[in-house]
């Protein structure tokens, strides 16, 4: 069996981080620091994903943006502190080609989704939540298969994000991606 081998200290150098994922297969962020490992998503996570996944290539075929998924690398950095996050997002809706590299990109989504799984859900709901805005993605869907519910979070003027949605049923739609709509009861069966 694998185990991590991370420092007694919680907190580690983002050269650090880059040695560790050398070492594992595992889907780790890296956020101020901190590693965390994303557990593995179970089958309805994975259904939802798809369902989204496939929507979203064949509605930004052709256009300046794309859809990727998970696993795959999105690179923050932090202007004032030049320092470097790492997250996975579920997925991540890129309008900017200029961040593309063979292993990440660098740069801030324009949309990112987040499946919650019950073991993470206050990371995606809170923690998350917090850093997509001070990066400022512009829109970010957090979608809760155990409650069946969709959150959309849109990014103000204020640089502060509005829940703009929060639905158990009927459609919810994108603010900034035309034709990016959701049947939310269909999302789930």
Known sequence: MFSLKL???RYITFEEFKELRKETDQQLEYIDG?????????????????KLSAFLFQLLDG?????????????????????????????????????????RYTGVPQLIIEIVSPSNQSHDLIFKTNLYQKFQVKEYWIINPILNNIMVYSLGEDMQYRL?????????KSSLIIGFEIDVEALFK
């Open 63 to 103: 256009t300046d943006c794309e859809v990727l998924a998970a696993p795959y690398d999105i690179e923050l950095v932090d202007e004032e502190s030049n320092e470097k996050k790492i997250i996975i997002p579920d997925l991540s809706i890129i309008c900017d080609k200029t961040g593309f590299s063979e292993q």
């Open 164 to 172: 703009i949605e929060n639905e158990k049923q009927g459609m919810i």
């Open 7 to 9: 420092p007694k200290d």
């Open 34 to 50: 901190v590693v965390y490992m994303s557990p593995s998503p179970n089958t309805k996570h994975q259904r939802i994903s798809m």
